[in-house]
């Protein structure tokens, strides 16, 4: 579907102030997106990886996968304007082009490409941002839409990758989960969750051919991959099984989706032995879905329909500390997209000694559980 869909939007690209000629393309600004060189994991084979993800679902049984270091040019995460303006990228994913929510960016990057709009209930958006040269190309996913046409299929996307079990959050669940998996005496059947994450309509294999048809278009260029909430989750899977970098904002732990999805992942770091996942997270302290604690019986999420229990994240975090410097409370309205680009990245503050940005680091303290009772978090 999104194959198709590609071909037919690739052609329109919008440029936010009149068409690009070729000289206006020769007079563009440079690029205010800061890039350094960066080793990332790439599988040597997509259709080996393909294969042994494949394998081990259906038949429990493993397969080596090959992957091999290739140097890149990513997102530099220490440099402030660059993580606000990939921010704002990612913040338009939920808007169309002159729309109030549509955040200005520099006009280095006024080419943008949307994807998943022409069909209204279609979940997975956003847009393609386009650097004037094409040396990169930055993928843009929507994250969940409380409300409109995306709204259902977004939560059910949610709820099948973030829950410890079927989104079975309490008792008014029994007959109403996202899918059969819930086994009894309080376990749940992660082959059953499995299966659902790989049916075709389901946002990471919707997310597979649209990138497959990306890195075709531009085989040369840079490829990265942002986006919000379930969107950065999305960009993080993504990323990681193609070798490409991603940066997430306020994004659910997607570990246990990756086991979930049977995600075969890059060799492990010799200081973590955790997998060198190319993913940077960004999310702060007052927002309670990147931590996992937006749960229980009375929290907002679990009133809305939301089993958002994970937290432990692939690759890195910036952790920005808005509780301890800003004096935030933790609060669920802390969670949009706004109010990282206005009230955290783009404040001036110094987040560590001699930082304006916190350090990256691996969530060394993480530990994914697969055992899954209710009421305890899965990981």
């Known amino acids: 579907m999104y194959a198709l869909l590609f071909v037919s939007v690739w052609g329109c690209g919008v440029h936010h102030g009149g068409p690009l000629t070729e000289a206006a393309k020769a007079d563009a600004p440079t690029l205010t997106v800061q890039a350094v060189p960066t080793t990332v994991y790439r599988p040597r084979s997509l259709d080996a990886l393909h294969r042994a993800r494949l394998r081990s679902l259906r038949h429990a049984e493993s397969e080596v996968v090959e992957w091999e270091p290739v140097e890149v040019l990513a997102p530099d995460v220490e440099d402030r304007h660059t993580l606000a303006q990939l921010a704002r990228m990612t913040g338009n994913a939920y808007a169309s082009p002159g729309k109030k929510n549509w955040y200005e960016i520099d006009p280095a990057w006024n080419i943008s490409f949307p994807f998943g709009w022409e069909d209204a209930s279609e979940g997975f958006r956003g847009h ?11 993928l843009s996913i929507k994250g969940t839409t409380l409300q409109g046409p995306t709204s259902k299929k977004d939560k059910y996307n949610d709820n099948l990758m973030f829950s410890c079990c079927c989104a079975r959050v309490d008792f008014s669940w029994v007959f109403s989960t996202v899918c059969d998996c819930f086994s009894g005496h309080w376990t749940c059947d992660n082959t059953c969750l499995s299966n659902a994450l790989i049916e075709d309509s389901l946002f990471y294999s919707v997310g597979i051919n649209l ?33 490409l970098p991603a940066v997430a904002f306020e994004s659910p732990g997607e570990r246990l989706a990756a086991h979930r999805l049977h995600l075969p992942l890059p060799p492990p770091s010799n200081f973590s032995g955790l997998p060198i996942s190319p993913v940077t997270h960004v999310y702060h302290t007052a927002d309670p879905i990147p ?8 929290s ?10 994970t937290h432990c994240h692939m690759g890195k975090t910036i952790l920005y500390d808005t509780v301890g410097k800003l004096g935030w409370k933790v609060d669920i ?17 110094e987040w560590e000694e001699g930082r304006d940005v916190p350090l990256a680091a691996e969530e060394l303290d993480c530990i994914v559980s697969f055992v899954v009772i209710l009421g305890v978090y899965c990981d």
């Open 333 to 349: 309205r802390k969670h949009p997209i706004k109010e990282v680009i206005l009230n955290v990245l783009e404040i001036e503050e």
């Open 291 to 298: 931590q996992g604690v937006c749960t229980g019986f009375g």
């Open 128 to 138: 393609v941002f386009l650097s004037a040269d094409n040396s990169t190309v930055i």
């Open 300 to 309: 907002p999420c679990a009133s809305a329909g939301y089993a958002l229990e």
């Open 211 to 243: 990138v497959s048809n990306l890195t075709t278009l531009y085989p040369d260029a840079n490829v990265w991959l942002i986006g919000h909430s379930l969107g950065g989750a999305l960009a993080s899977l993504l990323g990681t099984t193609f070798g």
